[in-house]
């Protein structure tokens, strides 16, 4: 009879079975240990690759690339002085040389230090025997009646300030260094003051084509009018740039921008402001995409994590739906626009545990028609990144100064600021307008000449 030992025989069975449960339970709790171990470990190897990544981002070397053909400063097609050297003696032994064997040319450009001109109007008056008054003789092309700056001194000083970001004692020493002209920082204050005063009528013409226009950015940025918090608000496109300064940031700002009746397409970001203006909507999805990669840095949860990826899923699809559109029919684009519409929608009503997805769905739910406004007309962007670029100039001036001292400042930099982007959307020559529309504005001439390409 065999007689080996048998298992477990001085326990019971009641015994067995606890001792089991409890080795399951235990291996429950170790099973979850591991597991939140090993995404830890996940989401710090992510982290690591992340920072990696961004940390190989190195800037391009400049220059060509190795191999190129090499590129030099293109000679200019006149010369206007010569130069001739000419020597008889050789300049290590002091022997005398040959007769001339070879005439080599060195082409040098250089600037011309300027000079101020004082210019003095001598005007006639004479007596009209007909109207009984003493008549004075008109203005000249370039005369700025009543002034003593010239208009090229302002309008240069204008470009300079406003395109170039020089500060009043930077202009102020420039003038000095290149052109020996002497002119102090107050008096180049008030004359941009003076100007913008006498250009509000072109930047009117600005407001009326933004106001017009069927399609508009908008955006705003903090400001300070002597260190008092004032905001900066731009309305721009492809061809128009208008800016106005206000301490408000709420809606009745972009309210008063645009008419109670407008129609156009706004593309803005999710602020609420721009909520309540009129028009139809397109949210910017590059900030969407850029707060969906924020919290997925923040949540590797296996619940965020499959939602987030239906969501990004669906927002890849209506960028390469609007990609494929002209090789696309019209019924089938229209039919793909409704089905991404659908799936947006759905996403958004669901209800989620994860307190980011909740955040997402309930932007979403209040978004989600203004979100694929960017797929049914082809003129549309789907991001707001027109309205930042066209905003950062300002945000280097706020950098690099204390913006505005005053509202007549604040006035003069809204103004400017707005005739000098949209003259440079529109290709036209800044200092050349500026100093015409100047000039006859300020000889009397009160009906703007600015016309406003179309965009539509």
């Known amino acids: 009879m065999n007689s080996g030992p048998i298992l477990f025989s001085e326990k019971s069975r009641e015994e067995l079975i606890e001792e089991i449960l409890r080795l399951q339970k235990e291996n429950g709790k170790l099973r979850q240990a591991l597991e939140a171990k090993e995404k830890a470990e996940a989401q710090k190897k992510f982290l690591k690759l992340q920072r990696l990544l961004a940390k190989d981002k190195r800037p391009k070397m400049p220059g060509q690339k190795a191999g190129h053909p090499g590129f030099t400063r293109i000679k200019p097609k006149a010369v206007d002085r010569i130069v001739k050297q000419t020597f008889k003696y050789c300049p290590d032994c002091h022997h005398r040389l040959s007769a001339v064997q070879e005439i080599f040319d060195h082409i040098q450009e250089d600037i011309i230090p300027a000079q101020p001109q004082v210019t003095c109007f001598k005007k006639e ?192 699809d209506a960028l390469r739906l609007k990609e494929v ?73 706020r950098n690099r100064s204390f913006q505005n001292r005053s509202q007549k400042g604040a006035a003069a930099h809204q103004t400017l600021m707005s005739l000098l982007h949209t003259l440079q959307l529109q290709d036209k020559n800044p200092l050349a307008f500026l100093k015409k529309a100047y000039l006859k504005h300020r000889q009397g001439n009160s009906l703007p000449i600015l016309k406003i390409a179309s965009i539509g």
């Open 125 to 316: 008056r004479r007596y009209c025997t007909h109207c009984r008054k003493l008549m004075t003789a008109p203005y000249a092309s370039e005369e700025v009646p009543r002034g003593n700056l010239g208009p090229n001194v302002l309008i240069q000083s204008v470009i300079l300030k406003y395109h170039h970001g020089l500060p009043f004692n930077k202009i102020k020493e420039l003038f000095e260094s290149l052109c020996h002209f002497e002119v102090s920082e107050g008096a180049l204050a008030q004359g941009l003051q003076r100007i913008s005063d006498w250009l509000e009528v072109e930047q009117g013409q600005i407001l009326k084509a933004v106001r017009a226009s069927p399609h508009l950015h908008m955006d705003e940025t903090g400001w300070k009018i002597s260190g008092t918090n004032h905001w900066l608000w731009a309305a721009v496109n492809e061809r128009l740039a208008y800016y106005q300064i206000a301490q408000s940031r709420g809606a009745k700002i972009p309210k008063a921008i645009l008419p109670k009746d407008y129609s156009g397409i706004l593309v803005t970001d999710f602020y609420s402001a721009y909520n309540r203006l009129p028009g139809k909507k397109q949210k910017c999805l590059v900030h969407l995409m850029r707060e969906m990669h924020e919290l997925h840095l923040k949540d590797q949860s296996d619940s965020f994590l499959e939602h987030h990826k239906s969501l990004k899923r669906i927002i890849s």
């Open 325 to 397: 559109q002209p090789e696309m029919a019209a019924s089938v684009y229209q039919r793909r626009i409704k089905r991404l519409k659908t799936r947006l929608f759905l996403w958004s009503c669901r209800e989620y545990r994860n307190k980011h997805l909740k955040r997402l769905a309930q932007r979403f739910l209040r978004h989600w028609l203004h979100l694929l406004t960017f797929l049914e007309h082809p003129e549309i962007s789907f991001n707001n990144n027109l309205a930042e670029r066209m905003i950062r100039h300002h945000v280097i001036l």
